[in-house]
């Protein structure tokens, strides 16, 4: 089963996928939230206002001029990509549409999170002399790990089971398709061999499972916890 | 000093992955390959790759394959953004007759061997690939549409006879009736917003049997009304044999018949004592009859009959669909591989695997491994007025409205006249968007 519809191929691609696809746009988005949350500079409320707008662009929106610009401008085809002999290239185009779909929502959900983070905290690490870049990493990291947390299981499932983009930016030849555009592919074209899928299907969902499993716990933890004493 | 690391940190790799996909960019085309794309998954995908085998072993050229279940969005993003495939095989050629309209495929007349291509198929194939005079569609694999199905044992325990007139057949319909039966099986729901095409099968091939090639072109093109009396005499026709009114000539009734999914539509055909006699669909079916019941057996357990004529002038008229070919992008290699895809030595390896009909005049009939297929294949050589599915090639606005107007009327015949109203007021529109 698994040899005979590349089920294992399209499972180690759904990982390449999915894991720079989630690394992208939560790295850049906490940067970015940090900036939003307490950095000024001018224009900051109206960008984070029109980055919030962004949520409600339908993505579907985009494929049609990211593509064009990727093929026309850059010449990012698959065909390209390949050629070059780089492994993961291929999926270069997708890892930057899923970073830039996602970053609207991780920069929004993060700098809300920093935000309600206590300001005396900044200002004694600023007394202590501490600069900006550490006190992000320091400070305002280890203490938004729930927020991270959530943002990755949110991020990465959506990423996995994801089907359209890959299918637009990738397209479904064996070697750089994800799982679910190998599920799709499953059943004839009048629906037979739905019997497949279903196993096929579970096979899929073990992965969001273990992730989702592994990283709740840091919803419950408490948060801000003896952080600020006296 | 610290800030500084981090920075390079992250510019470095990045501008590592920029400078090589750039300078990957330039340098192109692998030699020697063509990426096709289509529909066909699974076990088509198979069957379809096994066709390309012996082409790639004796030209050296690799086929790129590419399958997936939402061609017409992957293919309309893919020739806006400028990345179409080489060749594209669509179920609904309705898609391709647009990209032919905007320029977006190549002819084929100067491309392919139109002089194989004239000894292989009928005109008529050739004309259903011809838009504004040029060819810009071929086909490989087709199907039949409009046969009826039955259970060739019931048939035979009633003494039935297979009907060889449309009259014959609604008299054979008030004979199962009166023996306290329901002689047909209607199933319409498909899964969303699909529900109803079967009916619409029933439509399409009522209008060219009963009313003639000239008005279905019509109907398809836009120029028909729906209120006009050709298509709404298609309309009570199919009234008729569903059961004037009331459906009451169908197990389940009109209940029955919107709630019923095709796949498992013909099956009461099958159990004891039967609850229906006649079952009206593509020649694919028969993959569902025995998926249901794995001991029944082509020609002894199942057969079927074309629906009959009912105007005998337009006697041996069919509806067939397929899977047309476009070519996007124009090459030496895309070009030997259409020609091979439209000879009888390519199409005859699906052939002998089942489940597909080849347009071929050179495929030989002894080729087929069912008698059903082969039986299927010589009604479609014979066909005298071969007509592409019409729903299939209106807009899709116009589409999916026949579609739900099939299970109106099928809910409540007697609102036809609003139906067909309806259905004026969205070809008013549908045409003009596409």
Known sequence: MLEQSNLGQAFFNSFMIAIPATVLPVTIGAFAAYAFAWMNFPGRNYIFLALVGLLAVPLQLTFIPVLHFYVQNLHWTTDNLEATGIPGLPWVPLWLAHAGYGLPFSIYLLANFFRALPSDLFESAEIDGAGTLTVFFRLVMPLSVPAIASLVIFQFLWVWNDLLVALIYVGSSAEVAPMTVNLANLTTSLGAGSNLLTAAAFFSMIVPLIVFLSLQRYFVRGILAGSVKG | MRAKWYRRSLIVPLMALFVTVGCAGGSTQNAGSVKVIAEWASTEQANFLSVLKPFEDSTGIKVQYESTRDLSAVLRTRVAAGNPPDLAAAPNPQLLTQFAQQGKVIALDDKIDMSQLKQNYSQSWIDLGTINGKLYQVYSWVSLKGLIWYNVKAFQAKSYTVPKTFDDMVTLQSQIKGTGTTPWCVALKSGGADDGWPG?????????????????DKWVAGTQKWSSPEIKAAFTTWGKVLGPGDDSNVFGGSKGITNTSFKTGGNPLFTNPPKCYLHNQASFITTFFQE????????????????????????????????????????????????????????????????????????????????????????????KIGKYDATDLMPADMRSAAWKACLDFVTNQGKLDSILATLDQVQATAYKSS
Do not use: C
């Open chain 2, 200 to 216: 619409s099968d029933w439509l399409k091939e009522i209008v060219l049997s009963q009313s003639g090639p000239d008005v279905y």
């Open chain 2, 292 to 383: 249901a019941n794995p001991n029944l057996q082509p020609v002894t357990d199942f057969n079927f009959f074309p629906l009959p004529d009912i105007t005998a002038s337009y006697a041996g008229a069919h509806v067939v669909s397929g899977d047309a070919w476009s070519m996007f992008h124009d090459s030496p290699q895309t070009r030997k591989l259409l020609n091979y895809l439209t000879t009888a030595n390519a199409q005859v390896i699906w052939v002998k695997k089942g489940g597909k009909i080849s347009p071929n005049k050179q495929t030989p009939l002894d080729s087929y491994p069912d008698p059903i297929s082969k039986e299927s294949a010589q009604i479609l050589v014979d066909t």
